[in-house]
């Protein structure tokens, strides 16, 4: 591996852990209902599984379009976009 294909790598990874930790900030935020900071046990069960429950459901299609549009955007190849919505789709029965 060339340094110059190393750089671009280190990048990516952090560019990804910026987008992973931004994600989870806000889906925080939309499961703490009580504005404290910290999540009950039901709160970090809707943080855990924001599909299931009615108040998070903004928060899915976000983290959804996000998602796709980082890997389109990021020089991912479109065959793993496509695995990706499908899995989105498989998991959230409300995706037509």
């Known amino acids: 591996m060339h340094a110059d294909e190393k750089e671009e790598d280190e990048e990516n990874e952090r560019y990804d852990y910026r987008y992973m930790l931004n994600r989870d900030k806000r889906r925080w935020a ?3 209902q ?3 900071g910290l999540l009950t046990k ?3 069960s809707d943080f855990l599984h924001p599909e299931e429950v009615d108040h998070m459901k903004d928060v899915v ?3 959804s379009n ?3 549009a980082f ?3 990021s020089n991912r190849n479109l065959k793993k ?3 990706i919505l499908r899995k989105l789709c ?3 029965p409300h995706i037509d």
């Open 30 to 32: 939309k499961a703490d």
């Open 34 to 36: 009580n504005g404290d």
């Open 42 to 44: 039901a709160e970090f």
């Open 61 to 63: 299609i976000d983290v």
């Open 66 to 68: 996000q998602t796709c």
């Open 71 to 73: 890997y389109l955007n």
């Open 81 to 83: 976009t496509w695995q």
């Open 90 to 92: 498989d998991q959230n």
